[in-house]
């Protein structure tokens, strides 16, 4: 495998120092840490179901019993899920499945038995909201700034998602610039792909997220991650790259791995271990500052 100019530290060490020195925690613009319409829409979009259950509260502390009462109020409804699904809300739980000690349910699936009249799967919602603690929101004042809060709470799911979207972003435009600079400076078309199958040795073949075609002469092959928190792909590296990176050379591929996030500052001994097997290695700034120079330099080697 061709190591990178750039990619030849003295020591692996020295390698994680540099990666470390020129770290980006983070992508999400900080306008987009809560994306409010999103929020504000799902909580208007509930306030048919959070007026309900304001006026269970009213009858139970009117002295009504919660189970019985929710169940037939639910019971009542032609359309129990979606009112089943907006307690859960309240609960911060989301999605089809809830599964405790005493519980595996799909809700879609409870729901339907409700509205087909089941008094018993009815009761056995409304009992088990009871033993998780429902009627402790019921003795708020405002269901829909309790709602709001969970909504807020939500979006660190959705950000543990859209962070590697919004990387892949940044890469991309990067590998643009790179692209167009290596073009530029050395008259050979670079030319970026997106979702690449790049087929090696006897029926083998590697997925990556882009490919950059230097002309004829070369294909380089570039894997992205990002991590707020510690991941699997150093340990990935370590077990299998070895036998892919020589796969990937005889077949005339160059690959790249770009990767960053604070998650590696927990992660620096993988990191370091990474390194040693597969030294093409860069975080964001380094790729910006150092890849059109690396290409430029596999270019002349020929």
């Avoid at 502390?61 to 009542?76: K, P, V, Y």
């Avoid at 699936?109 to 009815?122: C, I, M, N, T």
Wanted: aromatic content about 10%.
């Amino acid at each position: 495998m061709f190591r990178f100019p750039s990619r030849d530290y003295a020591s692996a060490e020295a390698f994680v120092l540099d990666f470390m020195d020129t770290l980006t925690p983070g992508v999400i613009p900080r306008n987009d840490f809560v994306r409010w319409a999103d929020v504000e829409q799902r909580v208007a979009g509930m306030a048919p179901y959070l007026e309900f259950y304001a006026h269970l509260a009213d009858r139970v502390r009117q002295g009504s019993d919660f189970s019985r009462e929710l169940a037939d109020s639910l019971s009542a409804s032609d359309t129990p899920q979606a009112y089943m699904e907006c307690a859960l809300q309240l609960l911060g739980h989301t999605g089809r499945d809830l599964v405790t000690s005493q519980d595996d349910i799909d809700v879609s699936d409870l729901a339907s038995y409700v509205a087909r009249g089941d008094q018993w799967a009815a009761l056995r919602f409304a009992e088990m909201l009871g033993d998780m603690g429902f009627v402790r929101l019921l003795s708020r004042d405002d269901l829909e700034d309790l709602l709001l809060g969970v909504q807020i709470g939500l979006e660190t799911h959705r950000r543990k998602n859209v962070g590697g979207e919004y990387f892949r972003v940044a890469v991309q435009r990067a590998l643009e610039r790179v692209a167009h600079d290596v073009s530029e400076r050395t008259g050979t078309a670079a030319t970026l792909d997106e979702e690449v199958t790049v087929v090696y040795g006897r029926a083998l073949s590697k997925r990556v997220d882009f490919a950059m075609r230097l002309g004829r002469q070369a294909t380089v092959g570039v894997e992205v991650n990002f991590y707020t928190v510690p991941g699997s792909k150093p340990t990935e590296i370590k077990r299998s790259y070895g036998q892919i990176r020589e796969g990937l050379g005889e077949a005339g591929v160059h690959l790249v791995w770009i990767t960053d996030g604070r998650g590696y500052r927990n992660m620096q001994k993988s990191l370091r271990d990474a390194y040693v097997i597969f030294p093409n290695i860069y975080n964001l700034k380094q790729a910006e500052r150092h890849l059109a120079d690396d290409l430029i330099a596999l270019l002349r080697a020929g």
